[in-house]
């Protein structure tokens, strides 16, 4: 199993505030995945990241796959009460006969207004 | 489509009981996996799919059995329940093609007493 390391696991800020979500791993992996949970459902994803050194922007969220592409953040400008949620980080890994994610713990995000 | 679909939403069972957790999708999707979720452990890999009639195992199969039979479903079977095996149960599917989207379905929360 390649272990991916999220940081921080909990995260409460005011409405308004910028963050950082850290991903991280010794291995290195083809793609990687973002995703956002809210309680009572699975998760939804939110961004793919393929290439070394990739940005990408959704709205206010902006997703960097690292150089190596062993790590990965994800920054939130001016956060808001609807970005409230777990936020994954996934890396795909091959298993026997095919591939698979391999999921972070994930960051707990509780943003008040 | 109503994409991935689970069922129970709730289920008690007592501990050497079997069940048989249902999933499906209407997206032919070729690929599909069932995923535990526990605090401070994120999503670990159960089983998964590439195709019909094509299963294999992840990285906690212990306890679980699987099969395939249509493209459309991936039951997940408990063959005699144990209080470790309480959790909530993701089933999700997606394109065959590595790092593609995975479609989460709403869950199965179990508990063994």
């Known amino acids: 199993t390649q272990l991916l390391e999220q940081s921080p696991q909990f995260l409460s800020i005011q409405e308004g505030e910028n963050l950082t979500v850290y991903c991280n791993s010794s291995s290195v992996f083809s793609s990687l995945q973002w995703y956002r949970q809210e309680p009572g459902e699975g998760p939804v994803l939110l961004v793919t990241?393929?290439?070394?050194?990739e940005v990408k922007k959704l709205k206010r969220l902006t997703f960097q796959f690292g150089d190596a592409r062993k790590d990965s953040s994800l920054h939130i400008t001016a956060a808001q009460p609807g970005d409230t949620g777990l936020y994954l980080c996934?890396?795909?890994?091959?298993?026997?006969?095919?591939?698979?994610?391999?999921f972070g713990k994930g960051t707990s995000l509780l943003v008040t207004p | 489509n109503a994409g991935v679909t689970q069922t129970p939403k709730f289920q008690v069972l007592k501990t050497g009981q079997s069940m048989t957790l249902q999933c499906a999708q209407d997206m032919n999707h070729e690929y599909m996996s069932w995923y535990r979720q526990d605090p401070g452990m994120g999503l670990r890999l159960i089983h998964y799919s590439v195709g019909a009639g094509i299963t294999d195992q992840g990285e906690v199969p212990n306890g679980y059995n699987v099969s395939r039979s249509t493209t459309e479903d991936f039951p997940l079977r408990l063959l005699s329940a144990a209080p470790s095996q309480t959790s909530v149960y993701f089933c999700?599917?997606?394109?065959?093609?590595?790092?593609?989207?995975?479609?989460f379905g709403p869950g199965t929360r179990l508990t063994v007493t």
């Open positions: 990241v393929v290439t070394g050194g």
């Open positions: 999700a599917s997606s394109y065959s093609r590595q790092g593609s989207e995975q479609y």
């Open positions: 996934a890396g795909v890994g091959f298993w026997n006969s095919g591939y698979a994610l391999n």
